[in-house]
């Protein structure tokens, strides 16, 4: 009997201990990443800023990089993004326009600038003034941009070459990227002899050299819009916003060559 005893309570502390050991766990469970959707330009500044946040806050991002345009299509198409960051601001417009963003939540957050490129070793000068035959810089080769239709840096980059009249020199030797560090990483490895990236790009490979920045008044401003999805319901999804948005995450988008709007007004 008293054997009987024993074996059932061990079995029923057994039970409990179980139920108690499950109850645990549940709240030491990882919470959800806040998921990302960030333009292909922004991965050296913000997978620093991500980290950091990270090592704060105990809370993880996992972060998509690609074109502005297909990250927007993704999000009309109901991917799960929780927070968006464009690399213009038509395809942040094309994203509310589906209403696709939070209310309240979208504001401008980068500046970048257009810069052309040549392998580090090139030999390339180059004058970005009105009249400019690139047509003779490239000899048989091609200038990497990203897709002129649709990517951010394409579409500044098309828009700087019209300006300065060496848009039709060129337009039928274009290496288009599905995005911008693609067009980078043509350049990097010597498959082009020219590119159109930003500033920042350039500055996140040591493989390329910048020849020449393009006037501001040559493109559109590179400007860099954020917002949280309509979709998102992670808590933690403003909280990240708010911290890239701080003083803290300029750091890591100074050092990569952004300038932070507003950061004037945030110190």
Known sequence: MNQ???TLLGAV?????????????????????VVVFAAASLKNALDEASAAWTKETGKTARISYAASSALAKQIEAGAPADLFVSADLAWMDYVAGKDGLKPGTRLNLLRNALVLIAPKDSSLAVDLKPGLDLSKALGDGRIAMGNVEAVPAGKYGKAALEHLRAWEGVKGRIAQAENVRAALLLVARGEVPLGIVYATDAVSDPSVRVLATFPTDSHPPVIYPVALTRDSTNPDAAALLAYLRSPTARVFFERQGFSVIGAENRT
């Not at 409990?16 to 990882?30: D, E, H, K």
């Open 13 to 33: 502390l057994g039970v409990v201990a179980g139920l108690g050991l499950a109850r645990g766990i549940a709240p030491a469970q990882a919470e959800s990443p």
């Open 4 to 6: 009987t005893r024993r």
